[in-house]
Protein backbone atom coordinates (compact mmCIF):
# COMPACT_ATOMS: atom_id res chain seq x y z
CA UNK A 1 0.00 0.00 0.00
CA UNK A 2 1.52 3.62 -0.63
CA UNK A 3 2.45 5.27 2.11
CA UNK A 4 1.87 9.33 2.71
CA UNK A 5 5.12 10.82 4.43
CA UNK A 6 3.82 13.85 5.32
CA UNK A 7 2.85 16.90 3.73
CA UNK A 8 4.70 20.33 2.96
CA UNK A 9 2.49 23.26 2.48
CA UNK A 10 4.40 26.27 1.12
CA UNK A 11 3.73 29.83 -0.40
CA UNK A 12 4.47 29.93 -4.20
CA UNK A 13 4.81 33.94 -4.84
CA UNK A 14 5.99 34.35 -8.89
CA UNK A 15 8.77 36.58 -7.40
CA UNK A 16 10.64 33.82 -5.99
CA UNK A 17 11.33 32.33 -9.38
CA UNK A 18 13.06 35.67 -10.09
CA UNK A 19 14.95 35.47 -6.65
CA UNK A 20 16.24 31.94 -7.64
CA UNK A 21 17.18 32.89 -11.15
CA UNK A 22 19.45 35.32 -10.05
CA UNK A 23 21.20 33.82 -6.86
CA UNK A 24 19.18 36.49 -4.05
CA UNK A 25 18.80 33.59 -1.28
CA UNK A 26 21.16 35.35 0.58
CA UNK A 27 20.12 38.90 0.16
CA UNK A 28 18.61 40.33 3.16
CA UNK A 29 15.02 40.83 1.56
CA UNK A 30 14.72 37.03 0.60
CA UNK A 31 17.52 35.40 3.33
CA UNK A 32 14.25 35.10 6.11
CA UNK A 33 12.28 33.09 3.16
CA UNK A 34 14.94 30.95 1.59
CA UNK A 35 16.59 29.86 5.01
CA UNK A 36 13.12 28.12 5.97
CA UNK A 37 14.14 25.21 3.34
CA UNK A 38 17.21 23.45 4.38
CA UNK A 39 15.21 21.79 6.94
CA UNK A 40 12.38 20.71 4.53
CA UNK A 41 15.24 19.68 1.83
CA UNK A 42 17.02 17.68 4.97
CA UNK A 43 13.96 15.71 5.68
CA UNK A 44 13.29 15.21 2.22
CA UNK A 45 16.84 13.76 2.45
CA UNK A 46 15.72 11.25 5.26
CA UNK A 47 12.01 10.38 4.23
CA UNK A 48 12.99 9.99 0.61
CA UNK A 49 9.41 10.12 -1.25
CA UNK A 50 8.85 8.52 -4.74
CA UNK A 51 5.69 10.58 -5.24
CA UNK A 52 4.60 14.26 -5.06
CA UNK A 53 0.83 14.56 -5.27
CA UNK A 54 0.96 18.22 -5.71
CA UNK A 55 -2.33 20.56 -4.57
CA UNK A 56 -2.02 24.02 -5.72
CA UNK A 57 -4.34 26.27 -8.15
CA UNK A 58 -4.46 27.38 -11.87
CA UNK A 59 -3.84 31.03 -12.29
CA UNK A 60 -4.92 31.46 -15.68
CA UNK A 61 -2.81 28.77 -17.30
CA UNK A 62 -4.81 25.61 -18.20
CA UNK A 63 -8.36 27.54 -17.17
CA UNK A 64 -9.27 30.60 -17.54
CA UNK A 65 -12.18 32.93 -16.37
CA UNK A 66 -14.34 31.58 -19.24
CA UNK A 67 -13.51 27.80 -17.88
CA UNK A 68 -12.74 26.78 -14.59
CA UNK A 69 -13.11 23.77 -13.09
CA UNK A 70 -13.74 23.57 -9.17
CA UNK A 71 -11.63 20.63 -8.80
CA UNK A 72 -9.03 18.99 -11.22
CA UNK A 73 -6.47 16.12 -11.48
CA UNK A 74 -3.77 15.51 -14.24
CA UNK A 75 -3.57 12.44 -15.36
CA UNK A 76 -0.48 12.97 -17.68
CA UNK A 77 3.29 10.98 -18.61
CA UNK A 78 4.64 14.31 -18.46
CA UNK A 79 4.20 18.14 -17.29
CA UNK A 80 5.73 21.11 -18.95
CA UNK A 81 6.34 24.42 -17.00
CA UNK A 82 4.49 27.33 -19.17
CA UNK A 83 4.77 30.92 -17.89
CA UNK A 84 1.20 32.43 -17.96
CA UNK A 85 2.66 35.81 -17.69
CA UNK A 86 4.83 36.48 -14.80
CA UNK A 87 7.91 36.90 -16.70
CA UNK A 88 9.92 34.17 -14.56
CA UNK A 89 12.60 31.59 -16.51
CA UNK A 90 10.20 28.28 -16.84
CA UNK A 91 11.85 24.99 -15.13
CA UNK A 92 12.41 21.35 -16.39
CA UNK A 93 9.46 19.42 -17.50
CA UNK A 94 8.13 17.00 -14.27
CA UNK A 95 7.21 13.46 -14.63
CA UNK A 96 3.56 12.32 -13.76
CA UNK A 97 1.95 9.10 -12.81
CA UNK A 98 -1.04 8.46 -15.09
CA UNK A 99 -1.31 5.26 -13.67
CA UNK A 100 -1.51 6.23 -9.98
CA UNK A 101 -3.45 9.51 -11.40
CA UNK A 102 -6.53 7.13 -12.53
CA UNK A 103 -6.56 5.36 -9.69
CA UNK A 104 -6.82 8.86 -7.33
CA UNK A 105 -9.43 9.91 -9.94
CA UNK A 106 -11.10 6.59 -9.91
CA UNK A 107 -11.18 6.70 -6.18
CA UNK A 108 -12.23 10.02 -5.69
CA UNK A 109 -15.10 10.32 -8.31
CA UNK A 110 -15.98 6.57 -6.62
CA UNK A 111 -16.80 8.96 -3.21
CA UNK A 112 -18.46 11.68 -5.40
CA UNK A 113 -15.83 14.16 -6.37
CA UNK A 114 -16.96 15.25 -9.49
CA UNK A 115 -13.31 15.76 -11.44
CA UNK A 116 -11.91 17.06 -14.47
CA UNK A 117 -9.66 15.20 -15.64
CA UNK A 118 -6.33 16.25 -17.47
CA UNK A 119 -4.68 14.37 -19.78
CA UNK A 120 -2.46 17.21 -21.33
CA UNK A 121 -1.84 20.12 -18.94
CA UNK A 122 0.56 22.73 -17.99
CA UNK A 123 2.08 24.07 -14.53
CA UNK A 124 2.30 27.23 -13.13
CA UNK A 125 4.64 28.84 -10.40
CA UNK A 126 2.26 27.49 -7.85
CA UNK A 127 3.41 23.90 -9.06
CA UNK A 128 7.05 24.91 -10.36
CA UNK A 129 8.12 27.24 -7.40
CA UNK A 130 7.67 24.47 -4.56
CA UNK A 131 9.29 21.82 -6.46
CA UNK A 132 12.47 24.43 -6.92
CA UNK A 133 12.51 25.38 -3.31
CA UNK A 134 12.35 21.62 -2.31
CA UNK A 135 14.91 20.02 -4.42
CA UNK A 136 17.09 23.49 -6.04
CA UNK A 137 18.73 21.30 -8.34
CA UNK A 138 16.03 20.91 -10.21
CA UNK A 139 16.93 17.25 -11.16
CA UNK A 140 13.41 16.04 -9.74
CA UNK A 141 13.46 13.05 -7.82
CA UNK A 142 9.43 12.12 -7.84
CA UNK A 143 7.07 11.63 -10.25
CA UNK A 144 4.29 14.07 -9.66
CA UNK A 145 0.25 14.36 -9.64
CA UNK A 146 -1.43 17.48 -9.72
CA UNK A 147 -4.69 18.39 -7.92
CA UNK A 148 -6.08 21.66 -8.81
CA UNK A 149 -8.27 23.37 -6.48
CA UNK A 150 -10.67 26.60 -8.09
CA UNK A 151 -9.20 29.41 -5.14
CA UNK A 152 -9.39 31.99 -7.99
CA UNK A 153 -13.11 32.60 -9.95
CA UNK A 154 -15.96 32.49 -7.56
CA UNK A 155 -18.16 30.49 -6.67
CA UNK A 156 -15.00 28.34 -4.79
CA UNK A 157 -15.07 24.96 -3.03
CA UNK A 158 -15.95 25.83 0.56
CA UNK A 159 -13.34 25.22 3.09
CA UNK A 160 -15.63 22.05 4.43
CA UNK A 161 -15.77 20.79 0.77
CA UNK A 162 -12.28 21.61 0.62
CA UNK A 163 -10.99 19.23 3.87
CA UNK A 164 -13.22 16.24 2.83
CA UNK A 165 -11.71 16.26 -0.70
CA UNK A 166 -8.48 15.49 1.06
CA UNK A 167 -9.70 13.52 3.54
CA UNK A 168 -10.86 11.20 0.05
CA UNK A 169 -7.26 11.62 -1.52
CA UNK A 170 -5.60 10.31 1.34
CA UNK A 171 -8.03 7.34 1.64
CA UNK A 172 -7.70 7.29 -2.27
CA UNK A 173 -3.77 7.15 -2.15
CA UNK A 174 -3.71 4.51 0.94
CA UNK A 175 -5.92 2.48 -1.54
CA UNK A 176 -3.13 2.08 -4.17
CA UNK A 177 -1.58 -1.27 -4.49
CA UNK A 178 2.11 0.04 -4.91
CA UNK A 179 4.58 0.75 -2.17
CA UNK A 180 5.26 3.79 -2.94
CA UNK A 181 6.43 6.95 -0.51
CA UNK A 182 3.93 9.78 -1.08
CA UNK A 183 4.52 13.54 0.01
CA UNK A 184 1.38 15.70 -0.56
CA UNK A 185 2.23 19.05 -0.64
CA UNK A 186 -0.46 21.95 -0.79
CA UNK A 187 0.53 25.82 -2.01
CA UNK A 188 -0.28 29.21 -2.09
CA UNK A 189 -1.61 31.50 0.72
CA UNK A 190 -1.00 32.31 3.12
CA UNK A 191 -2.75 36.06 3.79
CA UNK A 192 -2.65 38.35 0.60
CA UNK A 193 -5.01 40.48 -1.68
CA UNK A 194 -3.36 41.29 -5.09
CA UNK A 195 -6.64 43.49 -5.87
CA UNK A 196 -8.81 46.22 -5.11
CA UNK A 197 -8.95 48.81 -2.09
CA UNK A 198 -7.69 46.43 0.31
CA UNK A 199 -4.72 45.35 -2.17
CA UNK A 200 -1.35 44.79 0.59
CA UNK A 201 -3.87 43.52 2.84
CA UNK A 202 -1.85 40.94 5.11
CA UNK A 203 -3.25 39.12 8.51
CA UNK A 204 -0.57 37.44 10.40
CA UNK A 205 -2.78 36.61 13.66
CA UNK A 206 -4.85 34.72 11.39
CA UNK A 207 -2.23 33.10 9.74
CA UNK A 208 -0.53 32.01 12.70
CA UNK A 209 -3.39 30.81 13.92
CA UNK A 210 -3.96 28.44 10.91
CA UNK A 211 -0.83 27.11 10.66
CA UNK A 212 -1.22 25.93 14.35
CA UNK A 213 -4.35 24.78 13.48
CA UNK A 214 -2.99 22.05 11.16
CA UNK A 215 -1.79 20.05 13.87
CA UNK A 216 -3.87 20.90 16.87
CA UNK A 217 -7.35 21.30 15.47
CA UNK A 218 -7.43 20.56 12.00
CA UNK A 219 -11.00 21.28 10.77
CA UNK A 220 -10.79 24.61 12.57
CA UNK A 221 -10.85 27.14 9.43
CA UNK A 222 -13.96 24.67 7.87
CA UNK A 223 -16.04 27.09 10.47
CA UNK A 224 -15.89 30.18 7.93
CA UNK A 225 -17.42 30.82 4.74
CA UNK A 226 -15.45 31.28 1.57
CA UNK A 227 -16.57 35.34 2.25
CA UNK A 228 -15.17 35.10 5.57
CA UNK A 229 -11.98 33.80 4.31
CA UNK A 230 -11.76 36.25 1.48
CA UNK A 231 -12.21 38.81 4.51
CA UNK A 232 -9.77 36.74 7.09
CA UNK A 233 -6.72 35.97 4.46
CA UNK A 234 -8.02 38.46 1.88
CA UNK A 235 -8.96 37.68 -1.91
CA UNK A 236 -5.89 35.16 -2.60
CA UNK A 237 -5.43 34.20 0.92
CA UNK A 238 -7.73 31.63 0.32
CA UNK A 239 -5.17 29.52 -1.96
CA UNK A 240 -4.64 28.38 1.89
CA UNK A 241 -7.59 25.72 0.90
CA UNK A 242 -4.85 23.78 -1.05
CA UNK A 243 -2.89 23.21 2.51
CA UNK A 244 -6.01 22.63 3.54
CA UNK A 245 -6.90 19.38 1.02
CA UNK A 246 -3.50 18.30 1.66
CA UNK A 247 -3.49 18.41 5.78
CA UNK A 248 -6.69 16.30 5.18
CA UNK A 249 -4.91 13.67 3.61
CA UNK A 250 -2.96 12.93 6.46
CA UNK A 251 -5.45 10.54 8.50
CA UNK A 252 -5.68 11.50 12.09
CA UNK A 253 -3.15 13.27 13.81
CA UNK A 254 -0.23 14.93 12.58
CA UNK A 255 2.71 16.48 14.22
CA UNK A 256 4.67 19.65 13.03
CA UNK A 257 8.08 19.10 11.57
CA UNK A 258 9.27 22.37 10.37
CA UNK A 259 7.70 26.13 10.20
CA UNK A 260 8.97 29.09 8.89
CA UNK A 261 6.84 32.62 8.12
CA UNK A 262 7.85 35.32 7.08
CA UNK A 263 6.34 39.20 6.10
CA UNK A 264 6.49 39.98 3.06
CA UNK A 265 7.45 38.37 -0.03
CA UNK A 266 6.03 40.58 -2.63
CA UNK A 267 2.57 40.97 -1.50
CA UNK A 268 2.01 37.60 0.51
CA UNK A 269 2.65 36.82 4.11
CA UNK A 270 4.89 33.86 3.21
CA UNK A 271 4.17 30.57 5.32
CA UNK A 272 6.43 27.12 4.94
CA UNK A 273 5.60 24.31 7.23
CA UNK A 274 6.14 20.22 7.17
CA UNK A 275 3.63 17.66 8.97
CA UNK A 276 4.30 14.23 9.71
CA UNK A 277 1.50 11.68 10.52
CA UNK A 278 1.52 10.29 14.54
CA UNK A 279 1.49 6.82 13.99
C1 LIG B 1 1.74 36.89 -5.59
C2 LIG B 1 1.29 35.83 -4.80
C3 LIG B 1 0.67 34.72 -5.40
O1 LIG B 1 0.17 33.66 -4.69
C4 LIG B 1 0.52 34.67 -6.77
O2 LIG B 1 -0.02 33.56 -7.32
C5 LIG B 1 0.93 35.73 -7.55
C6 LIG B 1 1.56 36.85 -6.96
C7 LIG B 1 2.43 38.06 -4.98
O3 LIG B 1 2.43 38.24 -3.75
O4 LIG B 1 3.07 38.81 -5.73
FE1 LIG C 1 -1.06 32.34 -6.09
Redesign the pocket.
Known amino acids: MAKIIGTITT?????IGGAIARGLQNDPYWKPFFDGFPPVRDWLAKMKPDVVVMVYND?GLNFFLDKMPTFAVGAAPEYHNADEG?GIPTLPSFKGDPALSWHLIESLVGEEFDLTTCQEMNVD??FTLPMALCWPDMNWPVRTVPVCINTVQAPLPSAQRCWKLGQALGRAIASWPGDERVVVMGT?GLS?Q?DGERAGFINKDFDLQFMESLSTDPAWVTKYSTAELVELAGT?GV?LLNWLVARGAIEGKARQVHANYHIP????ASGLMVLEPVA
Open positions: SHVPAHWHAGHLQEISNT
